[in-house]
C-alpha cells in the first residue's frame, strides 16, 4: 500500500508540474494583426493622412475668366466683344512647403496611433492567451485534485468498513469533494467567455473553435531593468507621437507668422477685338494683352498677433504634455517591474520551497492516516494547501507573463522569447 501510495502521488505531482506553452500565441498574433478590425481602422486612418500630404502644398488651381460683352465697346482698332483672363494665387515663399511639413507632421503623428493601436492589440491577446492557459491549467490541477481525493475516499471508506475511523471523516471528504467539483465546473464553463475575447480580437466569429493552450509560457526578460527607460525613449510610439505633437505644434507657429505677409495673384488677360469698321489703322483687330499683379495687404493685425499667441500656447501645452507622458511612462514601467519582481518571486517561492514541503506532509500524512496515526482532518488541510500553492505557483507565472505583455506594450518592443 505504502508503494502505491507513493506511486499515485509521485503521478499527481508529475502532472501538476510546469510546462512549456503551446507555440499557438505566434499563430494568434499574426491572426490578429491581419482581422483586427480596430487595427484595420487605424491604418486606414494612417494610410488616409498619408494621401493627405498630395493635397497641400500645391498652388491652388488657376482661375480661367471668360467675359462677353452684351454691348461691343468702339475702339480705334475695332470693337472690344470678350474677353479672356488667366488668374493664378501665390502665396508667399515657404507658406506651401509650411503646409507639406504639417501634413507629414500629422501622418507621424497618425502612424504612431497605429503603431500604439497595434502594440495594445499585441498585449491584449498575450493577455487572453495567458488567461485562457491559466484557466486550462487550473481545470486540470482541480482534476488532479479531485483524483487524490477520491482516492482519499476510497481508504477512508475501507478503514471504515473495518471500524477504525467514524463515519464523519468520509463525510468531511465528501464535503470537500463536492467543493472541488463545483470549482471544477466553474474553471470549464470560464473557457467559453476567454474563447469569446480571443475571436473578438483575432476578428472571428465568437463561437469560433479555438484549440486550448494547456501550458503557461515561462517568461523571463532579457533586458536588464534599467535598460527599459531608454529603450523607451527611442522605441514608444506614445513618446514618438508626442514628439511629434510638439513638432508640429511649432509649424504650425511659423505658419501663423507668415501671416504677416501678403500673397500674390497674377493675372494674365486677353481682349477679344473685330475688325475697325472704318478706316484701315495699323493695330485693326489686334488682341491686346494686359499682366497684372495683384496683392493682399495684411491690415488687420491684431488677428494675426491672436492667432500667433494662439500657437505657441499650443506649443507650451504639447512640451507639457509630452513630459507629462514621458513621467507616466516612467511611473507606468516601474510600477511593472515590481509587478514583475513581486510575481517572479511569488513562483520561486511557491515551486522551490512551500510546495515541495507541502508534498512531503501530504505524503507523510496519508501514510500516517491510513496507518490510523493521524485524523482525515490534517489530511484534508494538507491536500486543500498543495492545491491552492499550485494554483498559487501557476497565477504567479500567468502574472509574470502579463507583466511582462504589459511592459512591452510600454516601451515598445519585445522582451522576451514567448513560447
Not at 505677409?261 to 475697325?276: N, Q
Amino acid at each position: 500500500m505504502k508503494n502505491y501510495t507513493c506511486f499515485l502521488l509521485g503521478a499527481v505531482f508529475l502532472l501538476l508540474g510546469p510546462g512549456t506553452a503551446s507555440a499557438s500565441l505566434d499563430q494568434y498574433i499574426e491572426e490578429a494583426l491581419a482581422h483586427n478590425n480596430e487595427l484595420a481602422a487605424a491604418q486606414a486612418t494612417a494610410n488616409g493622412t498619408t494621401e493627405s500630404i498630395r493635397k497641400v502644398g500645391v498652388l491652388p488651381d488657376p482661375v480661367l475668366g471668360v467675359e462677353y460683352y452684351l454691348e461691343s465697346v468702339e475702339t480705334r482698332t475695332g470693337p472690344q466683344e470678350a474677353a479672356v483672363s488667366l488668374n493664378q494665387r501665390l502665396p508667399w515663399p515657404t507658406k506651401l512647403s509650411l503646409q507639406k511639413q504639417e501634413a507629414r507632421q500629422q501622418s507621424a503623428i497618425a502612424n504612431s496611433h497605429y503603431q500604439q493601436i497595434r502594440l495594445q492589440v499585441v498585449r491584449r491577446v498575450k493577455e487572453v492567451y495567458v488567461e485562457y492557459a491559466f484557466n486550462n491549467e487550473s481545470t486540470r490541477i482541480t482534476e488532479e485534485g479531485l483524483e487524490l481525493l477520491r482516492y482519499f475516499e476510497s481508504v477512508a471508506l475501507t478503514r471504515y468498513s473495518a471500524g477504525k475511523i467514524d463515519y464523519s471523516n468520509v463525510l468531511k471528504i465528501q464535503v470537500e469533494l463536492a467543493r472541488l467539483e463545483e470549482r471544477l465546473r466553474s474553471l470549464v464553463d470560464q473557457n467559453e467567455p476567454l474563447r469569446g475575447r480571443l475571436n473578438s480580437l483575432l476578428g472571428a466569429s465568437r463561437d469560433t473553435a479555438r484549440s486550448n493552450p494547456e501550458k503557461l509560457p515561462i517568461i523571463t526578460m532579457n533586458l536588464e531593468e534599467e535598460a527599459l527607460y531608454e529603450l523607451a525613449r527611442v522605441s514608444s510610439p506614445q513618446l514618438s507621437g508626442a514628439d511629434q505633437t510638439v513638432d508640429k505644434a511649432k509649424t504650425s507657429l511659423e505658419m501663423a507668422q507668415k501671416e504677416f505677409y501678403p500673397d500674390f495673384a497674377f493675372t494674365v488677360k486677353t481682349i477679344l477685338t473685330g475688325e475697325a469698321e472704318y478706316g484701315n489703322p495699323p493695330d485693326s483687330g489686334r488682341d491686346p494683352v494686359i499682366a497684372g499683379l495683384s496683392i493682399n495687404i495684411p491690415l488687420f493685425r491684431d488677428r494675426r498677433h491672436g492667432a500667433v499667441s494662439e500657437k505657441q500656447e499650443g506649443i507650451r501645452a504639447a512640451k507639457d504634455q509630452r513630459q507629462q507622458q514621458r513621467r507616466d511612462l516612467d511611473a507606468a514601467i516601474d510600477q511593472g517591474l515590481y509587478k514583475y519582481r513581486d510575481a517572479l518571486r511569488r513562483q520561486s517561492l511557491y515551486q522551490e520551497s512551500i510546495i515541495p514541503k507541502i508534498r512531503q506532509e501530504l505524503e507523510v500524512g496519508l501514510q500516517a492516516f491510513q496507518d490510523g496515526r493521524q485524523s482525515v482532518f490534517a489530511l484534508l488541510d494538507a491536500e486543500k494547501n498543495l492545491l491552492e500553492f499550485e494554483l498559487n505557483q501557476r497565477r504567479a507565472l500567468a502574472d509574470q507573463a502579463l507583466e511582462v505583455a504589459h511592459l512591452e506594450e510600454l516601451v515598445g518592443s519585445t522582451l522576451a522569447t514567448w513560447r
